[in-house]
């Protein structure tokens, strides 16, 4: 597709799980991020990719948190052991790497995710 | 102190009227701004960059001092349609993005 896509849209689980959500972003792409965004509050960095570069992990709020990014193109983001608080839309977005226009972000819609 | 701290709203203004968003940044090296708007339950989407020079898009204006480390937003003759949250976004020199926690708007007819 042209724009960036996430899945699943909407995930339940239950406390103690392991979810995985899923990025692919805009083709040609190289650099590639993850925000969270809870009910009513701003965008929280989590992860952010570019090229073969080491990821800037500086946002990920615990160890339970990781993500991947794999041949440089589609990117996972885990979660182990799941906790009420990390319900929150998880936002991936992606932009080209330069000045100008080229830092802009294009956002996929958003994996809604509820732990029961 | 966070990285990007804007005006909290939430603003509620009548059609027409004009209304200004503030927003300071905390890193000095930091390289672009912009902002971005996002509708309720809706991802976010570019607004405008915002340019050293400052810059006009319609109704919309943006401004940046950097030696203030500030940049505004303003829009003229507000719509019932200009009703969402604006976020100010700012990259940083290693290309992170930072966004701040948005200032919601209201226009009311």
């Known amino acids: 597709g042209a724009g960036v896509s996430q899945s699943p849209s909407n995930k339940v689980t239950e406390k103690g799980k392991d979810v995985e959500l899923r990025c692919d972003p805009i083709?040609?792409?190289?650099?590639l991020y993850w925000y969270r965004q809870s009910l009513g509050q701003g965008l929280e960095f989590l992860i952010y990719?570019?090229?073969?570069?080491?990821?800037?992990k500086s946002g990920l709020p615990s160890d339970r948190f990781s993500a991947e990014r794999t041949g440089g193109s589609v990117s996972t983001l885990t979660i182990q052991r799941t906790q009420q608080e990390d319900s929150a839309v998880y936002l991936c977005?992606?932009?080209?790497?330069?000045?100008?226009?080229?830092?802009?972000?294009?956002f996929g819609a958003g994996t809604r995710l509820s732990v029961l | 102190r966070k990285e990007v701290e804007q005006d909290p709203g939430p603003f509620n203004v009548p059609e027409g009227a004009t209304v200004a968003f503030n927003c300071t940044y905390s890193?000095?090296?930091?390289?672009?701004f912009f902002w971005y708007r996002q509708d309720c339950r809706k991802e976010p989407k570019l607004l405008m960059s915002?340019?050293?020079s400052g810059n006009e898009d319609g109704r919309f204006t943006a401004q940046l001092n950097r030696a203030s480390q500030y940049i505004s937003l303003l829009i003229r003759d507000s719509k019932l349609s200009d009703s969402a949250t604006y976020l100010c976004?700012?990259?940083?020199?290693?290309?992170?993005?930072?966004f701040g926690a948005g200032t919601r708007l209201t226009v009311k007819p």
């Open positions: 977005a992606s932009s080209l790497v330069g000045g100008g226009a080229k830092n802009i972000q294009y």
């Open positions: 083709s040609g792409h190289t650099a």
């Open positions: 990719f570019q090229g073969n570069s080491a990821p800037d």
């Open positions: 890193n000095s090296a930091s390289q672009s």
């Open positions: 915002v340019y050293s």
């Open positions: 976004v700012v990259k940083g020199e290693r290309g992170d993005m930072r």
